[in-house]
């Protein structure tokens, strides 16, 4: 069947995303009106028997969902999951049981999805959002756990109405779309709460706004530091709370304290909507021991070590850094950055400026990318180290690790872009 683009489902995915790319007249493109009328026509129904989760939030939206898709796999459910950005390729973004899709299934729903827009122009990220609901309703999963992209009122995948949301932690970030201040983007990551819903919220310090729009529309909300808390010790930690999933769990698998964190949020959203999913500490147990993610303080061990992290404001940088102190068997610190020019640069880069050894810098693949010339300025206004331009992060990469001596540590982050490059160079 041929669509209205021209392709049709044995066209390549490749030859699709090209044409999603430049068919749609901005790369983001905030709304729910579009996207919906297509969703109407193309897979509304299927949706209903379908237990949805929507995760938003500035900062471990990724990890949290992991976090969940490998505690829910690990209590037998059939679970699909949309997350985004991807690190390698496209098919990363829909998964069902833990397994990337295949391409074909893809570009059929891609077709089946431009015959049902008719004259409505989507975004790439909305022709995704809406494949991937169709995969999941054909695929008949239990649950299905939906990343947002960008904030949350208006970003595509709050067109369900889902059962249970989760908020991770809430930063300045995106602030073009979603306001200069914490209030205005935390009444943006609230929009995906809905009446009467199950919801957690994993940030202590969340602003009014949220905890107002949820009592307003009557949500059932649970937030950290207030309903539930963790206590860390060694090699293990204690979710304290008064349900029946509270207790002491083994350190996540993913690195850094943080992850305790996402995982107590995590673990209080399943107790919230236990009387729906029967989940047991064990399958948690399990969860938390088999969780993986790529380029979330990934280590790769060698001569130098590498450590990717996709990193990309203020608040997740202040993280990296942190962990990135407290290793102490590493000599000198290099670091492969750049960034999006719609990000705080100053901000991204200051947790590091005493740090750093060297810093090597190259554009990313992407119109929405810092000027390398803008990156150096920022990072030599505050530091002492060493500052080189290069053609590419693959070459950056490349010439880091030559000039690395055996027990250095090369960070690579500022963007999935920088990650997702060095890890095609490994």
Excluded at 181 to 197: L, M, N, V, Y
Excluded at 336 to 341: H, M, Q, R
Excluded at 374 to 403: H, K, P
Aim: charged share 15%; aromatic share 6%.
């Amino acid at each position: 069947m041929t669509s209205r683009s021209g392709l049709s489902s044995s066209s390549t995915l490749n030859d699709w995303l090209a044409w999603q790319e430049r068919s749609h007249t901005s790369e983001i493109d905030l709304g729910l009106a579009r996207v919906n009328l297509v969703y109407q026509r193309l897979c509304k129904d299927q949706q209903g028997s379908i237990f949805t989760i929507t995760v938003a939030g500035t900062n471990g939206k990724g990890s949290s969902v992991a976090l969940l898709e490998t505690i829910l796999l690990a209590a037998g459910y059939s679970v699909g999951v949309y997350s985004t950005p991807h690190l390698h390729d496209y098919n990363e973004r829909i998964r069902i049981n833990g397994a990337a899709v295949e391409s074909d299934l893809i570009t059929t729903s891609f077709t089946a999805i431009d015959q049902a827009r008719l004259n409505v122009s989507l975004s790439y990220f909305e022709f995704g959002t809406l494949a991937a609901l169709d995969i999941f309703a054909k695929n008949t999963v239990d649950i299905q756990i939906l990343e947002v992209g960008l904030g949350g009122r208006l970003d595509a995948v709050n067109i369900v109405d889902a059962d249970a949301a989760l908020i991770t932690s809430i930063a300045l970030d995106h602030m073009d779309w979603l306001g200069s201040d914490i209030s205005s983007i935390a009444f943006e990551k609230a929009g995906i709460f809905r009446p009467q819903q199950k919801a957690v919220c994993g940030d202590s310090t969340v602003p009014l706004t949220l905890i107002n729009h949820a009592q307003t529309l009557q949500t059932d909300l649970i937030c950290a530091g207030t309903d539930f808390d963790v206590l860390i010790a060694e090699s293990s930690w204690e979710l304290i709370a008064d349900h029946r999933l509270a207790g002491n769990y083994p350190m996540p698998a993913l690195k850094g304290q943080h992850q305790v964190q996402n995982a107590a949020a995590v673990i209080t959203l399943l107790a919230h909507i236990g009387s729906q999913l029967a989940i047991s500490k064990k399958h948690i147990n399990d969860g938390l021991a088999n969780v993986s993610l790529q380029g979330r303080l990934q280590l790769i061990a060698g001569q130098p070590a590498i450590l990717l992290d996709v990193a990309h404001n203020p608040e997740a940088a202040q993280v990296l850094a942190n962990y990135v102190s407290e290793q102490n068997d590493y000599g000198d610190i290099r670091v492969v950055f750049s960034i999006l020019a719609d990000k705080d640069l100053a901000g991204v880069v200051l947790p590091f400026q005493s740090k750093v050894k060297k810093w090597y810098i190259a554009p990313i693949e992407t119109n929405r990318a810092q000027p390398v010339t803008t990156i150096n300025n920022a990072i030599l206004r505050g530091s002492a180290a060493d500052c080189e331009i290069f053609e590419s992060i693959s070459l950056a990469f490349q010439t880091a690790r030559a000039e690395a001596a055996t027990n250095d540590l090369i960070v690579c982050f500022g963007s999935f872009y920088v990650v997702e490059a060095c890890l095609e160079t490994l």
